[in-house]
Structures are given as structure tokens and as C-alpha cells.
């Protein structure tokens, strides 16, 4: 790995120094280059591999010479892997100027939103997986790009949103070149595949405005496209745009509408953005924003012009093909010594990050890249995410130059200016984590005008206080060797610095909060100032935790959040549900440690079940709670009982005997039921864990990959397997007088609908993501049961509606039309019935009437199951 390291380095410093390796004499007349803009390839000369021409466009070329000129500029800037803002230098692992290419490493991301699948591709389905229920699949973002002519892109921070904007570009440019066919945008339009990129930040965009109190017209963004080109010596190629985006023959991309700090430049840039897409209004337009920025409306542009889509986070398979891919591209540039190395070290990164802790960052795309990077550098990855991320910075600040250096006696340019200022790695650290805590605060106050950027000069002073003197000429050569050679500070224009990502700005600006030593009163005011500092807090409390030690202060700030008095309103419920991620972030078996932790964890714990059983917050934020519980331990479950309910009657709900009218339309028909017993949830994680654990019964090998939180439904369990557990589970209650079994099916629809025939188990209300686990609501995954209080049956079961499919004890069939007595279902088949409809299935197919069925032997991560106590058993529950 030194080996790698050190070759990684030595590139790096070449492109550092702009210092290309040395090339071969050129042999006389094969090529001469005139005037610095013109190549002439001469007699005899053959041009093998790349050559890459860097001119300025003149006035003299035609209209096609411009634009391939402009598209070779572009190229330099999508071609590569980068982390947001990170110089393209660090992404040179190889050498020889070459980069981990952007367009080998990419994986196509997906939006939340869901389309119906063609024939051929249920076909093509059906090839691996014959017995799959499924009817629709994501949107991709290039399909939802090439059907829309506006749209904006929404995600989280990290989700991918720049670097989709950034590869559609790169594709759009090789097709525009003919360097390559777009083979890769499958979807896009053959007659626009050769549309040209016009790149705007839009960050820059309102930095570069002065007055917002002009009128937001669309002359300004052109001024600024302008202004941009006329920088980067491409004044001669401004008409050969301005006539393609006349002409409708560009795609303008507008990458970061949320990174505007102020009110008033706010409104300017959403407004001028309108108002070009107007004045150009034959040409694409791409929008990129935070998903959560772009509920307020002084965001929002003309919802009917530019329809919104949010990006999906990356699903297992995607998280796999890029780590694969990343190694890969390292063998490929001859970083790793073969392809066995490459996947060996794949393997590897891919095992690591199915860690519980960091499997639930990794399927956001810069997290994963991260993750990447750091095993790449240390072939292993830290434990916890605050260590992730003080690795990171390691990487970014200082590890580019000490590694580059190996071998070789003298320090490092930055650790030679600190020592010469008697100064350590850490006191430069802590002027960075300043400057990143006053970064975050400006970002949300949209009255200040100041940017979210650092000015140099706020970063001059923190330096020039580092040196016993105060030099500024010493300042100075920090911030240039900051500026050359590491990528946690970008020089984004001239004097205005910003961090790579948002993520970076919160972890640094969280250990500058955990260095104060009233951290727990800092972080009470800024939690309730607003969610914007909430991964600030969290991150802080991770360092305190991991890197210090200190568990007394984040202890201190969970009792402060979570007070024995507390109030009934949104902010008080919202502190409660962070005194439980400061728990989880603290670690339960640390936790538990004083008595003052067992005491917290107690009084917590009791808070989020009833913050979960009440419906308080969003569906998204109490399923987020619900995990934090399960993290915690969630106190609804007995662990002496087999992790069964924590109630007299073991969780089971009497439902009474009487008739019911099952099934809809022509297959209605009265059915005659005797009393049973229905458990309140689906079975849990924990519950089948108990099991497993018990019997030494061998789940799937990917089960554990389903199945990591102990409060949610279990899944990945066959009909087979389900029907072991509730043989296993009778026999040990066999001393109370209870049987077990899966439900009839007609037992289940009675459970669901009850006697009055009601759609839904709540009623005939329309389904919504108050009610339910299912597609719309956007949790992607099973939620921990009992989130959706909104949507209990008549008696009170929970998740009957989406979440998970549930196994029924019936053979798949058609109904009997005639009066039923306890129907059992068709004697033989070959599939069992399944009830309830998943996360994964939209919303019409959560009716208390729909039907499913799969193998028996067969298990999927979308199917688990749910209990009944048969009656007339001694000790039946509620006897």
C-alpha cells in the first residue's frame, strides 16, 4: 500500500506543480504549434492516443472550430471524479495526467419517482426472478432529464446531484466531439445528443451579482455567462453560444439554486433563472437543489415549467458497482498490481461498509466516496463516521503532501510554516473549524449579506493569529500553500474560499463546538434555532465521544434536551427525538456506564415510544425516530419473552367471532369466522432473531443485509421459515396454553377490514403517507413497526397496510362464492397467498381486499409475517 500511496503522490505533485511528466522529442516538422493557439499536425505525422490541443478560440474560426474549442475547455472540467469543489489534482491517483475518470466510476442514479414497467422489462424480470410481484421501477434522473425539457433535480446534500449534472455534460461533449458514441444516454434524444453544455454555479452567479434589487431579467445571467467566458479566453467562441441557445440547440445546467445565501439574492437568482428559461425557451434547462431547501416557496420555480424529481439514495447493487468500479479504474491507471488485487481490495470496501454504522451512510454518494478514498489511503475503514470524517480531513489537509513525500527527509511545506510559527497540525486545524462554525451560521441567516464562502480575509486573520508575530507574509504562504496543495479549502473565486461539501463545513464546524466548554448549553440553542445545525451537534457529539473520550458532556446535553418536565409542541418533541440520536451517537453499552446514562436511556427511551405511538412529527422523521429506538432498545419489546411485545397479552388483539363480507366486486362473499387472536405487528427483526438464535436455524446468507434493526418487520423469510418459528414459538409457550400459526387469509382480511367492509384498515379514506409504509410516503426501505398510529385497523393492529407483505397459511386460489365457515383455502397449489402490500408498492395495492402470492420456499426482501393465537387454547391471550 506504501507503494501505491507513494505513486499516487508523486502524480498528485506533478499536476500540483503543473510539472507533466517529460514527453519524447518530437521529431522535426511532425507537429509545430504557432503562436500558441494553432497545432499543425506536418508531413508524415501520426497522432496516436491523445493529443490535446489547449488554445484560445480566435475570432477567425468557423462556428464548428469555436465550439470544439469550447467543448475541449469543458471537457477539463467533467472528465474526472471530484469531491464537490476538490481540486481535480487530488483526483489524479495515477499519474501521467490521468484521473479516476469520471465516466468509468459513475453509477446512473435513480429518482423516488416511480414508473410503470414495460413488457419487456417485467420479461426481463422474470428471467431471474419468475415469482417477482413487482410493477414498476424508479425513474432514472437521465430518463426524467431527457423527457422533461425543464426540471430541477432534487437530493440531499451528497446525493449526486453535481456529479449527475457533470457526467450528463461530459456525455453531451464526447457526442459532440465524436469521440465517442452517447451509448451511455440510452434514452436521450438522437437528434439532441449533440446539444451543447452551458454550465452555470449558481453560487457564483449571485456572488458576481452586486445590486439584487435590479429587476431579474434574463440579461443578467447572460452578462454573467459572459463575464465567464470572457475569463476563460473564450470571448470569441460568446456568439456561437449565444446563437445555440437562440436556436434551442443547448442545455443550460444550474447547479446549486440552494447555496444562496440571502433573501434578497435568493428571490434575484430564482427569478433571473425563470426569466432566462423564458427568453430561451427552445432550449433544455437543468435545475439542481437540496430537496429540503426547495419546499419553501422563495425557492420554488413555476412547478408547472420545471416539474421536480428527487434523487433516490444508491441501493445495494449501485453501492456495489461503484466501489467495484473505483478499484477498478485504480487497476486500469496501474495504482493496484492486477485485477486480483483490484477485487480483492473491492471485496473488502464492500464487506466493510455493510457495517451497521456506516451501511446507513453508504448509499449516499459522497459519503461512499469518501469512504473510498479513505480505504484507498489506510485499507481499512474507522469506526465510527466522526473518525470517517477526521480521516477525511486528514486526507484532504495534510496526507496529499505527507505521502508525496515519502523517502524524502524534509517536511512538508504546510507542517515547515507551523513549526517555524512553534505551531501544530491542530492549531491550524482550529482556525478551520472556526471559520467552518461561522460558515454554517451565515448560510441560514437570510438577512446577513454575507456569503457562505469564507473571505480571505477572515481566513488571513485566523492564520496571521496563529504566528507569534502576527506576519502576514507568513499568513500568506499558508493560505497558498493551502490554496496549491491540499483540497479542504477551495479558492472558488478570487479571495472567497469555501469547503469541499456542505458535509465537511458540518463536521468542521462541529469540532469547533465540541472544544467549547459549554457545549452542552451551545447546543440546546442551537438545536432549537433550527435542523439546520442539528448534524453539526451530532458530529460534535461524535467527536467528543470518539476522539476525546468526553461522555459526560453528551450526556449532559441529552438530559437537556429531554428534561423530566417537558413541553407538548413541535420543538419540545423535536428535542426529545435528538436526545435519542445523541444516545445512539454516544453508543448504548457507554451509555449505560454511569447511572446518570441508565437513568437518560430510561426516561428517553419511554419519550420516543410515546412521540412514535402519537404520530407526532413527519412519517420520514418518526420512522428516523423508530430507528433511533431500535438502536436504543426499544422498550415495547420484552427481552425475557422472546422480544415479544411488553404487554399481559404478549402483543396478540382479540378479534371477535362473526361474519364479514370478503373479497370486492364479483368475488364478494360472506365468510363466518370464530374468534382468534392477531398479533399487533408484523413479526419483528428481534422476535426471528430469538429464533434463530435458539435453534441455530441458517437464514439466507443475505438476510442479515435485510434485516440489521430489531424493531422492524423481519423479512427475507420463506413460508417455510415462517411457519418453523411459529411451530418454534408454540412450543415455548406451550406452558401458557398457546398455539401459533400464520393466519388464514380470510382471518387476516377480517383483521384488516372488519365487519364493515371499510377499503382501507383505517377506513375508506384515501391513502396518504400519514397512514402507511408504502411507495409515496419514501422511506425506501421497512419502517419500525407501529410508525403509522394513523393507520390501525378497528382493533387496533398496526401495518397492516404496506411495510411488508405478510405470508397467509392458504394455498393461492379463487374464492368459494358460497357462505364460509373458516375457510382454510384450497387444499393444494403453488403459492402461498400473501396480504398487505410493502414499502415498495403504491398505494391501490394496500387495500384491505389485495392479494399476492409467491413460492413458499422462495424468500424476498419485500415479504415478512404476522401471528395468530388461535382460540379455545387454555390461557388464550385475554383469558
Given at each position: ?461 485566523g492564520l496571521a493569529g496563529l504566528h507569534p508575530s502576527g506576519s502576514k507574509d507568513w499568513a500568506t504562504q499558508v493560505i497558498e500553500t493551502i490554496k496549491m496543495r491540499a483540497g ?152 425475557g419473552n422472546w422480544f415479544l411485545p411488553h404487554d399481559g397479552d404478549l402483543g396478540f388483539v382479540k378479534i371477535p367471532a362473526g361474519s364479514f363480507m370478503m373479497g370486492e366486486g ?214
Amino acid at each position: 500500500m506504501r507503494k501505491i500511496l507513494v505513486k499516487i503522490t508523486k502524480a498528485i505533485l506533478r499536476r500540483l506543480e503543473n510539472n507533466p511528466e517529460p514527453t519524447p522529442p518530437i521529431a522535426e516538422k511532425q507537429i509545430h504549434l504557432s503562436g500558441g493557439q494553432t497545432g499543425i499536425i506536418g508531413d508524415g505525422a501520426r497522432v496516436k492516443g491523445g493529443i490535446h490541443f489547449h488554445t484560445n478560440a480566435d475570432a477567425s474560426m468557423n462556428s464548428k472550430e469555436l465550439l470544439g474549442v469550447y467543448r475541449h475547455m469543458l471537457l477539463k472540467s467533467f472528465k474526472s471524479l471530484t469531491l464537490r469543489g476538490l481540486d481535480e489534482k487530488t483526483s489524479d491517483p495515477a499519474g501521467n495526467q490521468c484521473y479516476l475518470a469520471l465516466d468509468q466510476v459513475y453509477v446512473a442514479l435513480d429518482t423516488l419517482t416511480q414508473v410503470k414497467l414495460s413488457d419487456a422489462e417485467k420479461k426481463a424480470i422474470k428471467k431471474t426472478d419468475r415469482f417477482s410481484v413487482r410493477d414498476t421501477r424508479p425513474l432514472t434522473a437521465l430518463e426524467a432529464s431527457a423527457n422533461n425539457r425543464r426540471l430541477v433535480i432534487l437530493g440531499d446534500p451528497g446525493s449526486g446531484k453535481t456529479t449527475f449534472l457533470n457526467h450528463l455534460a461530459l456525455r453531451l461533449l464526447l457526442d459532440g466531439m465524436a469521440q465517442e458514441t452517447c451509448d451511455t444516454l440510452v434514452c436521450w434524444p438522437k437528434e439532441e445528443a449533440d446539444v451543447v453544455p452551458v454550465h452555470v454555479v449558481l453560487r457564483d452567479f449571485a456572488s458576481w451579482i452586486k445590486d439584487a434589487d435590479e429587476t431579474a431579467e434574463a440579461q443578467w445571467l447572460w452578462k454573467f455567462i459572459e463575464h465567464r467566458m470572457d475569463r476563460q479566453r473564450l470571448a470569441a467562441v460568446i456568439p456561437v453560444i449565444e446563437e445555440a441557445l437562440e436556436k434551442g440547440r443547448a442545455i443550460v445546467l444550474m447547479d446549486g439554486l440552494d447555496e444562496i445565501p440571502t433573501k434578497e439574492k435568493r428571490r434575484f437568482v430564482r427569478d433571473a433563472v425563470a426569466a432566462f428559461a423564458g427568453r430561451y425557451a427552445k432550449c433544455r434547462f437543468i435545475v439542481t437543489c437540496r430537496t429540503l431547501s426547495y419546499q419553501d416557496p422563495a425557492w420554488r420555480l413555476n412547478e408547472t415549467g420545471f416539474p421536480d424529481f428527487e434523487l433516490a439514495p444508491l441501493d445495494e447493487k449501485k453501492i456495489d458497482a461503484f466501489i467495484y468500479a473505483w478499484y477498478r479504474d485504480l487497476r486500469r491507471l496501474e495504482v493496484l498490481k492486477d485485477d486480483q488485487d483490484a477485487d480483492r481490495q473491492s471485496s473488502r470496501l464492500q464487506e466493510a461498509v455493510r457495517r451497521p454504522d456506516l451501511w446507513q451512510l453508504a448509499p449516499n454518494p459522497l459519503l461512499l466516496t469518501v469512504m473510498a478514498l479513505v480505504h484507498t489511503h489506510k485499507g481499512r475503514l474507522p469506526d465510527a463516521r466522526a473518525l470517517l470524517y477526521e480521516e477525511t480531513v486528514d486526507i484532504l489537509l495534510w496526507r496529499w503532501e505527507q505521502v508525496k513525500m515519502a523517502g524524502d527527509k524534509s517536511k512538508p511545506r504546510l507542517q515547515t510554516l507551523l513549526l517555524e510559527a512553534g505551531r501544530a497540525d491542530v492549531d491550524l486545524k482550529k482556525v478551520l473549524w472556526q471559520l467552518a462554525y461561522e460558515a454554517h451560521g451565515q448560510t441560514h441567516q437570510a438577512d446577513d449579506n454575507l456569503l457562505a464562502d469564507i473571505k480571505e480575509w477572515d481566513l488571513f486573520k485566523g492564520l496571521a493569529g496563529l504566528h507569534p508575530s502576527g506576519s502576514k507574509d507568513w499568513a500568506t504562504q499558508v493560505i497558498e500553500t493551502i490554496k496549491m496543495r491540499a483540497g479542504l479549502l477551495i479558492e472558488r473565486e478570487p479571495e472567497i474560499y469555501s469547503f469541499p461539501h456542505r458535509t465537511f463545513q458540518e463536521y468542521l464546524a462541529g469540532a469547533h463546538l465540541s472544544s467549547q466548554s459549554d457545549f452542552a448549553k451551545k447546543a440546546v440553542g442551537l438545536i432549537e434555532s433550527g435542523n439546520f445545525w442539528r448534524e453539526v451537534v451530532l458530529l460534535a457529539v461524535g467527536r467528543l465521544v470518539y476522539l476525546t473520550g468526553d461522555a459526560d458532556k453528551p450526556l449532559a446535553l441529552a438530559g437537556e434536551l429531554c428534561s423530566t418536565k417537558t413541553a407538548d409542541d413541535e420543538i419540545a418533541w423535536r428535542k426529545i427525538w435528538m436526545a435519542g440520536e445523541v444516545l445512539v451517537e454516544i453508543g448504548l453499552n457507554r451509555v449505560q456506564d454511569s447511572q446518570l446514562g441508565q437513568d437518560l436511556l430510561e426516561r428517553i427511551r419511554k419519550k420516543l415510544v410515546e412521540l412514535v405511538e402519537a404520530g407526532r412529527l413527519e412519517p420520514k422523521e418518526r420512522v428516523a425516530v423508530g430507528n433511533a429506538l431500535s438502536r436504543l432498545g426499544d422498550p415495547r419489546f420484552d427481552p425475557g419473552n422472546w422480544f415479544l411485545p411488553h404487554d399481559g397479552d404478549l402483543g396478540f388483539v382479540k378479534i371477535p367471532a362473526g361474519s364479514f363480507m370478503m373479497g370486492e366486486g364479483d368475488e364478494r362473499h360472506e365468510v363466518v369466522l370464530s374468534a382468534y387472536a392477531m398479533a399487533k405487528y408484523p413479526v419483528t427483526v428481534g422476535q426471528y432473531k430469538a429464533f434463530v438464535v435458539d435453534t441455530g436455524h441458517r437464514p439466507d446468507e443475505d438476510w442479515e443485509r435485510y434485516n440489521r434493526l430489531d424493531n422492524h418487520p423481519v423479512v427475507v423469510v420463506s413460508w417455510d421459515g415462517a411457519n418453523a418459528y411459529c411451530r418454534w414459538l408454540t412450543e415455548k409457550l406451550k406452558d401458557r396454553g398457546l398455539r401459533v400459526t400464520l393466519p388464514t387469509e380470510a382471518q387476516w382480511e377480517r383483521a384488516a377490514r372488519g365487519t364493515d367492509g371499510r377499503v382501507y384498515t383505517w377506513g375508506d379514506e384515501k391513502i396518504s403517507p400519514e397512514k402507511a409504509n408504502y411507495r409515496e410516503t419514501g422511506i425506501l426501505s421497512t419502517s419500525p413497526v407501529g410508525c403509522f398510529p394513523k393507520g390501525a385497523s378497528a382493533t387496533g393492529l398496526l401495518d397492516l397496510a404496506g411495510n411488508v407483505w405478510e405470508w397467509c397459511l392458504d394455498w393461492y386460489g379463487n374464492y368459494s362464492r358460497k357462505k364460509n365457515h373458516d375457510p382454510k383455502g384450497p387444499s393444494k397449489g403453488t403459492y402461498r397467498v400473501l396480504r398487505g402490500c410493502s414499502w415498495d408498492n403504491s398505494g391501490d395495492g394496500c387495500r384491505s381486499a389485495g392479494r399476492g402470492s409467491y413460492d413458499p420456499v422462495k424468500r424476498f426482501q419485500f415479504i415478512g409475517f404476522r401471528l395468530v393465537c388461535l382460540p379455545g387454547q387454555p390461557g388464550e391471550p385475554g383469558k
